[in-house]
């Protein structure tokens, strides 16, 4: 029987996985997460979400939503939405482990 | 919100953008001799190679160019006695080292070397899930128990891992097998890689080719776990060219993303490159690696659309799959600037799964292992 993994949720504690790590790449400008053989580019708001909500020092991932969601001055439901839906995201391409 | 290199596609045809990263071939000798090696089958002595103030000069070179990673492979680079010296410099400059390796000559304390040194990731390859099987295709005896220690060390140390498995008519039937196996040992990741007929594998062709069965068996499995793994394992599934619609994009296209550099110091586009007639490279000696990316004639020849004869010129794909590759379409037809003939519809397609079906009744064809 096959399961499908379960989305991230607010209640999970991320941190980047073995062998990735964020990094300032000044001569394109970008921001990315470095991986084994892989890098993923991050914008503005891919950025804010790793910084607010991934790292052993961070908490749960609700702690992240909190501060994202005053830092945007957005509705929570809508925050979290976007930034569950981001960090499941990452979680699956190999990024972030809980 | 964000994706993988959208910013890396080659501007124009002599003035890329940057690559992404770095092959360094430091050594083609190796412990084991599987016989779908993708070294050429003409191997650089050990004379021949590099020194360690040449491999660091050309890596202050990649990083010069805009690479990101390094990519220390060989042959086996564990053999290279400064492999530690490599990636400390590497680490020193700014680059993400990933070392591609057999493990058969990694121990713990020379893990925690290259550690220290800077070493974020490990590829390991597997020959088989079970020892008897892997050790015949490798040629090594003991090899495949010393490689599964090694990788919990890696894992243990928290270095990332890779298991990569290559994938043939021996064993493909335990591709479910593989996959667990990686997941004990804790990997992140997995290539269920499908050989790819270059090099010695070519010239082995006729004993690896998995039947039609086997290859539907196999992508059957894997596709069907795809889901459960989601978030436990990545999955980098290479479906196997010779069965395939439509070809891979190799390399993620000629000159776009990637160099290769061989170890007596040869700037390839790719590591099967210099299979093609009437293509000159030139070496870490003559020009940077700056200067051999932006123009040189191996570089530019495929770089991009231009190239291109139809279908591919007006195929809608073409900026996906970049025309496929090269070096098969020369192996296929006998012209590298064809169509690949993976791809449907190329004129030549036919005949891929004519010699396809060819080399997988041979069953009694009996593989030729690399040499040292």
Redesign the interface.
Request: without cysteine.
């Given at each position: 029987m096959?399961?499908?993994?379960p989305h991230v949720a607010e209640t999970d504690r991320l941190r980047l996985?073995?062998?990735?790590?964020l990094?300032n790449?000044r001569?394109?400008g970008?921001w990315?997460l470095?991986?084994?053989?892989?890098?993923?580019?991050?914008?503005e708001?891919?950025l804010a979400i790793v910084r607010a909500c991934v790292g052993p020092e961070i908490g749960d991932v609700a702690a992240g939503i909190d501060r994202l969601t005053v830092e945007y001055d957005a509705p929570r439901t809508e925050v979290a939405a976007d930034v569950l839906e981001?960090l499941?995201?990452l979680?699956?391409?190999?990024y972030v482990?809980t | 919100m964000s994706c993988a290199l959208p910013a890396f596609a080659a501007a124009t045809r002599n003035d890329p953008a940057p690559p992404f990263a770095v092959l360094m071939e430091l050594t083609h000798r190796c412990p084991l001799r599987c016989p779908y090696c993708s070294n050429p089958v003409a191997l650089d002595s050990a004379s021949a190679e590099l020194d360690t103030a040449t491999w660091k000069r050309v890596l202050d070179e990649a990083a010069d160019a805009g690479a990101l990673q390094v990519h220390f492979s060989g042959g086996e680079p564990c053999v290279r006695k400064d492999l530690e010296e490599l990636v400390a410099h590497a680490t020193e400059i700014g680059l993400y080292s990933n070392l591609i390796t057999s493990a058969v000559l990694l121990d713990r304390p020379r893990l925690e070397r290259l550690q220290r040194a800077g070493l974020q990731h490990v590829q390991i390859s597997l020959q088989d899930a079970e020892a008897a099987g892997a050790d015949r295709v490798g040629g090594f005896k003991g090899g495949h128990v010393k490689k599964l220690e090694v990788a919990r060390a890696v894992v243990a140390q928290g270095l990332a891992l890779t298991i990569n498995a290559v994938l043939h008519r021996h064993n493909i039937d335990r591709v479910n097998d593989v996959i667990d196996l990686a997941m004990d040992l804790g990997a992140g990741r997995i290539e269920i890689a499908n050989v790819q007929y270059y090099g010695w594998a070519l010239a082995n062709r006729a004993a690896l080719m998995p039947s039609r069965e086997q290859l539907l068996a196999m992508d059957a499995a894997v596709r069907a776990r795809l889901p459960e793994l989601a978030g436990r394992i990545v999955v980098d599934y290479v479906v196997p060219d010779y069965y395939a619609r439509r070809p891979k994009s190799c390399m993620g296209g000629w000159a776009r993303r990637f160099m290769n550099v061989t170890p007596r110091g040869r700037v390839l586009p790719c590591h099967a490159a210099e299979t093609i007639p009437g293509m000159a490279f030139e070496t870490v000696h003559d020009r940077s690696l700056s200067d051999i990316w932006r123009d040189g004639q191996a570089f530019t020849r495929y770089r991009g659309t231009d190239w291109m004869p139809e279908p591919c010129q007006s195929c809608d794909h073409k900026e996906e799959d970049w025309g496929g590759c090269r070096c098969q379409a020369l192996a296929l037809t006998g012209s590298a600037d064809a169509t690949d003939p993976v791809c449907e519809l190329s004129p030549a397609h036919a005949d891929v799964a004519v010699l396809r079906n060819h080399d997988a009744a041979a069953l009694d064809s009996v593989w030729t292992y690399r040499g040292a």
């Open positions: 096959n399961t499908i993994v996985a073995p062998g990735v790590m990094r790449d001569r394109r970008q990315m470095m991986a084994p053989e892989r890098l993923l580019v991050l914008d708001m891919a981001m499941t995201d979680r699956n391409k190999g482990v | -």
